[in-house]
C-alpha cells in the first residue's frame, strides 16, 4: 500500500505545475483524498480535498481558485492542477487518503489528523 507524488519542480511566479498521485496496492475508491503541504518552518496544512463519499471537493481559501483537484480513475492517479502560482505557495506537497465517512462526517476535509496513508511528497518551488 503505497501513494507515491510526481510532478514538483522550479517555477516562475505566475506559472503552472500538475502535482500527481499514484496508488499501488489499493485503489481510490470509497477514500477522501487530500493534498497538504508544509513550507519551511510552517505546520502542514491542508490545501485541498476529494470525497468519494459524495464526491464533493475542498479547497483552502488560500489556493480557492487556483488549484483544481480530480481524480483519474483508469490510472489510480489523483491530480492537483496548479495555476497562477505564488511564492506563498513554495512547500512540500503530499498526498493522502482517509475514511471519506468519518472525515465527512466531522467536516475534517482539510485536516491532516484523520488521514492514514501518506505519501513521501514532492517539492513545489515558486521563485518571484
Known amino acids: 500500500v503505497q501513494l507515491v507524488e510526481s510532478g514538483g519542480g522550479l517555477v516562475q511566479s505566475g506559472g503552472s505545475l500538475r502535482l500527481s498521485c499514484a496508488a499501488s496496492?489499493?485503489?481510490?475508491?470509497?477514500?477522501?483524498i487530500a493534498w497538504f503541504r508544509q513550507a519551511p518552518g510552517k505546520e502542514r496544512e491542508g490545501v485541498s480535498c476529494l470525497s468519494q463519499r459524495d464526491d464533493s471537493t475542498h479547497y483552502a481559501d488560500s489556493v480557492k481558485g487556483r488549484f483544481t483537484i480530480s481524480l483519474e480513475v483508469a490510472k489510480n492517479t489523483v491530480y492537483l492542477q496548479m495555476n497562477n502560482l505564488e511564492p506563498e505557495d513554495t512547500a512540500i506537497y503530499y498526498c493522502?487518503?482517509?475514511?471519506?465517512?468519518?472525515?465527512?462526517?466531522?467536516?475534517?476535509?482539510?485536516?491532516?489528523?484523520?488521514?492514514?496513508?501518506w505519501g513521501q511528497g514532492t517539492q513545489v518551488t515558486v521563485s518571484s
Open positions: 493522502a487518503v482517509g475514511d471519506p465517512w468519518t472525515i465527512g462526517i466531522m467536516n475534517t476535509y482539510l485536516d491532516q489528523g484523520d488521514y492514514d496513508i
Open positions: 496496492g489499493f485503489t481510490f475508491d470509497d477514500y477522501a
